[in-house]
């Protein structure tokens, strides 16, 4: 399974979010096994106990269907419309409730979407927008090294994880009904400098085929089929390259995918098998990463 994600538009998940300190995040081995590797949270309804996938190309903070009708959630129909890894555009509810994250009490206003069935199977509640955690004025460190997430100013998280500001970066936050807010990033790919979306919930980096970074890579093999949220498949290729993003570089099978496989016109998605090894510091309006990747 290539991405579960890339969702644009939602309203804010938590209210009241200026007493938060941290979360804990994991990588369940259950899930890694079953194709899901990003980091997930906790997650509670009332007895229904579930894992939010902590995805940072989610626009929104995004529930599974099964998980709201079996905690009896109420949902009401949205006029909002999103878009799936693989161009497919799907409907979506809004849900207002209260939910407990990673032990919190949390109110949720999102919205609801139909996944695939291993999202009930696994018990993966949705998708959890970690950017749209913070507060006005704070922002959201994502540490995938130290396996937690927590808000604080941008400034200070500089100074705490000697992430540089990538001051090429371009935040997508469009207009529309819901709150969204997406980073696209200067990624080296080959011998091309291309603005991928950062996706913690895509399992693999991937280009569109029609970008340039893609075009120039040579020695593609066929790759079997990317799958988005609605569950259509894209038959995809593979190229092995030299991928380089904040300070790490590693080779990596990157997948070239026909479609609009990224939202605000990115050329792809730098996914959870590099953003693995990094620390995002995700601003309202700038961002910062420290990425290092241990010699094989």
């Known amino acids: 399974m290539q991405r579960w994600s890339s969702l644009l538009g939602a309203a804010s998940l938590l209210a009241g979010c200026a007493s938060l300190q941290g979360y804990e ?22 007895s229904h106990h579930a894992y939010l996938l902590v995805d940072t190309g989610a626009g929104t903070h995004t529930l599974a269907r099964w998980f709201v009708d079996s905690a009896g959630l109420k ?9 799936d890894s693989t161009g497919h555009l799907l409907a979506v509810d809004q849900v207002e409730a209260g939910l407990r994250l990673a032990g919190t009490d949390r109110s ?6 139909d996944f695939p069935a291993e999202f009930a199977e696994h018990e993966l509640a949705g998708l959890l927008s970690p950017q749209l955690l913070a507060p006005p004025g704070q922002s959201v460190v994502l540490d995938e090294v130290a396996r937690r997430m927590r808000i604080e100013s941008f400034d200070e998280a500089l100074v705490e994880t000697g992430a540089s500001r990538i001051g090429e970066a371009r935040i997508c936050a469009e207009e529309t009904a819901v709150r969204n807010r997406i980073y696209l990033v200067p990624v080296k790919v080959g011998t091309q400098t291309a603005f991928m979306e950062l996706d ?11 970008s340039k970074a893609a075009r120039s890579l040579s020695g593609r093999a066929a790759a079997g089929n990317t799958v988005g949220v ?18 790490a570089a590693t ?10 496989i990224a939202v605000c016109e990115a050329d792809g998605l730098l996914g ?3 953003l693995q090894h990094c620390v995002l510091v995700l601003g309202e309006d700038r961002i910062a990463a420290r ?3 241990s010699a094989r």
């Open 108 to 113: 949720l206003t999102g919205i609801v979407a």
């Open 272 to 274: 959870q098998d590099f």
């Open 230 to 247: 609605t569950g259509t498949q894209l038959t995809s290729e593979v190229a092995t390259t030299q991928v380089a993003f904040a300070g």
């Open 75 to 83: 949902s009401s129909p949205s006029r909002v419309k999103l878009r």
């Open 200 to 210: 913690s919930g895509a399992n693999r980096t991937a280009l569109r085929a029609d």
């Open 251 to 260: 080779s990596l099978p990157v997948r070239i995918v026909p479609g609009d």
């Open 25 to 46: 995040i994991s990588y369940p081995d259950a899930l890694a096994k079953a194709g899901f590797p990003s980091p997930v949270i906790e997650v509670a309804a009332g």
């Open 291 to 293: 990425c290092a990747i």
